[in-house]
């Protein structure tokens, strides 16, 4: 009786995550798998804290409240699903404690979990992009918007006398919108790790990696340097773009490839696994069984993992090093559960089944998402074009105009009244002042071309070197505006 009533607040002081609906499938996952086996209900409870999953938290808890506190099951259960603030663990939490009290079996009630949860996944994931379609379009229009401010203000300096702190306010209000809707459609995104780290990931992550990190700060470098020698700044962004587009390509065909291994990867689980159950082998043995053919972007990963494992590698680093290699995250967490769960006892067809439905769901939605960003790419990209076009064009006539009003007004002292006249109620700009529009349209420019590229790469949410491409097209659809634009402007306004 003490304990349960001191129990409360020592539970109090925890502070539990949010768990997503990914992240709660993921575990579920995890768990009806290492359940198949027939093991003991605390083995399940104590696996399943070890996962790598921030829903293990909770079942580190359940596990203290039993360990300690002397708690049962059911009861433990029921606790720290009260003390949970994700509505979606809550309600699992309390389902599992009901399940345990009434004698359900462990491995069939996580099973259907598992499978319910795989639903409210996809629903949760399919409302997040359709924000991310709602969101994308939402950012087209501030761009559209801060492309007005800088044409106004640029305008409107031809009207009146030029407002440096006006100017630079509304510029920078303009930059803050734009960034402001990129982070929205981080925010409206789904959440998810898509790629595992690049320096343990595909030889594709890696080679793209070792190009970034000789080619950027080189680029920068000669960037500086071209512009200081007086280059101009179209010839300049198109060299660096040029530069740029090695390590975008290497990146996207990485992706691709990833994204390749991800749907192989389901039927995979389910080759391997229903081998390895139907001819009575290991898997080592039913590796060498299966026709790799059917799995033309994983083969060369396939191939690796088997001689590995011939070679009387530990079979669990040959396991764990195949989903590194793969540069798949999902791969790379699906694995330790497919060999975690047949090294404790259980059935490979079952357990690859598991493995397959969990792989194939999340495949499927991630596959909706790359099609709504990759319209969502083409549609900025060419946005960038025509705002980059309308803003050198309008700062081309205003620098046309400066110097044609320049010729046209007298230059005697005693013309004061006819210079008036000329200037037709027009205001005149000092050098200064021309090389500030200048630059700021120019810095303006360059800003949204960026920002194009993170909110593109945002929304993709694959590998973050792709920002490379993007950011590539970008500026060099902007270099190509500063050197094409003005000649047409000055040929226009000569006729």
Not at 3 to 20: D, Q, V
Not at 149 to 167: A, E, G, Y
Not at 189 to 215: D, H, N, W, Y
Request: with cysteine; net charge neutral; hydrophobic share 45%.
């Amino acid at each position: 009786m003490n304990s349960s009533k001191s129990s409360p607040k020592h539970e109090n002081k925890i502070s539990f995550r949010l768990i997503t609906p990914f992240e709660l499938f993921y575990q579920l996952t995890y768990m009806s798998a290492m359940a198949s086996s027939g093991i003991a209900r605390g083995k399940v409870f104590e696996i399943a804290a070890r996962s790598s999953s921030p829903a293990s938290e909770y079942f580190v808890a359940v596990n203290t409240l039993v360990d300690e506190m002397r708690y049962d099951y059911p009861e433990a259960c029921r606790q720290i699903g009260l003390q949970s603030k994700s509505d979606n663990m809550k309600s699992f939490l309390l389902r599992m404690s009901d399940a345990l009290r009434s004698g359900e079996p462990l491995a069939e009630f996580l099973a259907r979990e598992a499978e319910v949860q795989g639903e409210d996944y996809t629903n949760e994931y399919e409302r997040n992009i359709e924000a991310l379609k709602q969101w994308s379009n939402a950012f087209s229009s501030l761009t559209i918007s801060v492309a007005l401010i800088v044409i106004i203000q640029v305008i409107s300096s031809m009207i009146s006398s030029l407002n440096v702190p006006m100017m630079l306010g509304l510029m920078g209000s303009g930059v803050m919108l734009s960034g402001f809707g990129a982070w929205i459609i981080k925010r409206s995104a789904p959440r998810e790790v898509i790629t595992v780290k690049p320096s343990e990931g595909s030889a594709e992550q890696k080679q793209a990696m070792r190009l970034f990190r000789l080619i950027v700060p080189l680029g920068f470098a000669g960037a500086m340097v071209m512009n200081l020698a007086g280059i101009p700044l179209g010839v300049v962004l198109i060299i660096a773009s040029a530069l740029l587009l090695p390590i975008g390509l290497v990146s996207t065909r990485s992706d691709k490839k990833t994204h390749k291994k991800d749907e192989e990867f389901s039927t995979f689980m389910r080759s391997v696994g229903g081998t390895a159950s139907s001819s009575g082998t290991t898997l080592k043995q039913a590796l060498t069984q299966i026709d790799l053919s059917s799995f033309p972007t994983l083969e060369g990963d396939i191939e690796r993992l088997s001689k590995r494992l011939q070679a009387l590698v530990d079979p669990e680093i040959c396991w764990h090093q195949f989903g590194q290699e793969t540069g798949s995250k999902l791969v790379s967490e699906v694995v330790a559960i497919f060999y975690g769960a047949i090294k404790i006892g259980g059935d490979p067809e079952r357990v690859g089944y598991l493995c397959s439905l969990f792989t194939s769901k999340t495949s499927r939605l991630r596959s909706k998402r790359r099609m709504t960003s990759a319209m969502f790419a083409g549609l900025t990209t060419v946005m960038q074009a025509v705002i980059a076009g309308l803003m050198m064009f309008v700062l081309s006539v205003v620098l046309n105009f400066a110097a044609m009003v320049s010729t046209l007004m007298p230059t005697a002292e005693g013309a004061t009244d006819g210079q008036a006249t000329i200037n037709m109620g027009m205001a005149s700009f000092t050098p200064a002042e021309l090389q500030f529009l200048s630059s700021l349209t120019v810095t303006m420019i360059i800003l949204m071309a960026v920002v194009t590229a993170l909110a593109i790469i945002l929304s993709d949410g694959g590998y973050k070197l792709k920002m490379t491409l993007y950011l590539s097209m970008t500026i060099f659809i902007s270099g190509v505006s500063m050197l094409v634009v003005p000649p047409v402007v000055a040929s226009i306004l000569t006729i």
